[in-house]
């Protein structure tokens, strides 16, 4: 019997810090409500699956910050390495658990469905790593059933070229990879703090 795990990255949000390329901006009350709607909406919602749930937080994001329910199991995020290390360590975890597959989000796609996440999860029973595209050129989902050191290094995190670098390593693997609908996320449009505190 499989343990699926879902972990969703909450990044650090500093109002007036925006990114390169922001089509628009939203006031910080505006990013804690869209934030706040998505991990409510994620815990609402029944999944169709048996999971268990990991929100992965910077050790500077008050917990009060954001509604998860306890059904939520929080995690701290190490914030003094690059953000691949800290990706790669939050899965590593997950599989000495006994966790697998393990799918992690980011917390800045309010389109993203259950409906979405139980796709990737079936996609992972014929696949070794899905992909939940963004229009950013990042992607908004990763998901694994065994680590992958490959994905997590030599990529250049917060660039438009993070899924082509991501691909191209998975491809040179000759891993099955399987591809979700792409979607916006708030990245493109609104005030985040460092690229590098992205899942891209």
Known sequence: MTKRLLLILVQTLEVGKTKPHPAHSFG????????????EQ???????????KWVCQEENLAAEDFRFDGSWERQQVPIDREVGYRLQFLFAKGLVEG?????????????????LLQEAYQKLETSDVVFGPAKSGGYYLLGLNYLVPELFTDIPWGT???????LTA???????????????????????????????
């Open 170 to 200: 998975a491809s040179q693997l000759q891993l099955k990879v399987d591809l979700l609908p792409e979607l916006h996320c708030l990245e493109e449009e609104t005030v985040l703090h460092h690229d590098p505190h992205q899942l891209r």
């Open 99 to 115: 966790y697998s597959p393990i799918i992690m989000v980011g917390s800045d796609c309010p389109n993203l469905t259950p409906e």
């Open 28 to 39: 910080g009350e505006q990013v804690y409500q869209v934030f706040n709607h998505f991990s």
């Open 42 to 52: 994620s815990h609402i919602n029944n999944f169709p699956v048996p999971v268990t």
């Open 160 to 166: 438009e070229q993070v899924l082509c670098f991501s």
